[in-house]
C-alpha cells in the first residue's frame, strides 16, 4: 500500500524557516507527482505547492510564491517542502499527497489519490 509520512513540522518564531520531509514507499516518484497542501483549523484544505514526476516542473501557490520551495530526492525518495520567512497565516496542518496521474501537477486536492496524516506548522512568537 502507498505510504507518505510527514515530519519536520513544529513551532517557530514569524520570520524563520522549517524544512518539511515527506518520506514515500511503495512507490515511485518517477511516476507520481506530489503536492502539498495545508489546512488551518475552520478552512478548507488549500495547495500550497507541487512537483511534476513527469518533467519536474513546479507550481506554487501566490501566498508562497519566494518563500515556498518543493524539491525531490529520488534516491531518497523524499520530497522536501522549504519554508522561510514564514508568517502567521502559515500556521496550519500541512500534508503531502501523490496523484498517481504524474502528468504535469496541479494546487487542486481532488487531483490526489494518497495521502500523509498531516503535521502541525505552527508559526508564533
Known amino acids: 500500500q502507498v505510504q507518505l509520512v510527514e515530519s519536520g513540522g513544529g513551532l517557530v518564531q514569524p520570520g524563520g524557516s522549517l524544512r518539511l520531509s515527506c518520506a514515500v514507499s511503495?512507490?515511485?516518484?518517477?511516476?507520481?507527482?506530489i503536492g502539498w497542501f495545508r489546512q488551518a483549523p475552520g478552512m478548507e484544505r488549500e495547495g500550497v505547492s507541487c512537483?511534476?514526476?513527469?518533467?519536474?516542473?513546479?507550481i506554487d501557490a501566490d501566498s508562497v510564491k519566494g518563500r515556498f520551495t518543493i524539491s525531490r530526492d529520488n534516491a531518497e525518495n523524499t520530497v522536501y517542502l522549504q519554508m522561510n520567512s514564514l508568517k502567521p497565516e502559515d500556521t496550519a496542518v500541512y500534508y503531502c499527497?501523490?496523484?498517481?496521474?504524474?502528468?504535469?501537477?496541479?494546487?487542486?486536492?481532488?487531483?490526489?489519490?494518497?495521502w500523509g496524516q498531516g503535521i502541525q506548522v505552527t508559526v508564533s512568537s
Open positions: 499527497a501523490a496523484d498517481a496521474v504524474g502528468l504535469g501537477c496541479s494546487l487542486d486536492p481532488v487531483e490526489y489519490d494518497y
Open positions: 511503495r512507490f515511485s516518484l518517477d511516476y507520481y507527482s
Open positions: 512537483l511534476s514526476s513527469s518533467d519536474g516542473s513546479t
